[in-house]
């Protein structure tokens, strides 16, 4: 229990004051084209990605009806932090809210970005629109080489979720 609650903790520090995800390409080409609802929404859902933080790795998961599973394991074996949430696609822009959970299961830590994205040929670009904190409006192109098909996020989270209880 005290190594999840220290992961918990660890992940709410780091979900937001983690270096940048990806590196700031500073701004859209010119013949950036949005995606369409239809695309995001295929982007997202079925797929898991995955953030490495620094002291561990941050995985989501995004499901048809409107919610989200995100599990932290940090890098000393054992450690897991939860969260739940839900998302929205309007447009081009994906926004979701995590809620992190401490052991009690209470929510601790509430982590809600905003993300565009846009087309360049075979390339998928991403702005941070808000809720990124100092990586507000930056722009990248590696964002979907973090993501992959299937949901592996809900073992890590079940096991997260009963050890907290």
Not at 14 to 22: G, K, M, N, R
Not at 151 to 164: G, N, S, W
């Amino acid at each position: 229990m005290k190594k999840f609650a220290t992961a918990v903790v660890i992940s709410m520090a780091l979900v937001f004051s983690a270096p940048a995800f990806a590196k700031n390409e500073g701004k859209l080409p010119k013949s950036a084209v949005e995606l369409s609802e239809q695309e995001v929404k295929d982007l997202y859902l079925g797929h898991t990605v995955k953030y490495d933080v620094g002291d561990g790795l941050v995985y989501y998961t995004w499901f048809a009806d409107g919610t989200l599973k995100g599990v932290k394991v940090g890098k000393n074996k054992g450690e897991y932090g939860y969260a739940e949430g839900t998302w929205t696609a309007t447009g081009n822009t994906f926004c979701f809210t995590s809620n992190w959970k401490d052991k009690s299961g209470e929510t601790k830590f509430v982590y809600s970005p905003c993300k565009g994205w846009w087309r360049v040929g075979k390339q998928i670009w991403t702005k941070n629109i808000s809720g990124d904190d100092q990586y507000d409006g930056d722009i990248y192109n590696g964002e979907v080489k973090k993501m992959s098909k299937g949901d592996k996020v809900t073992p890590m989270f079940d096991k997260a979720k009963a050890a907290a209880k």
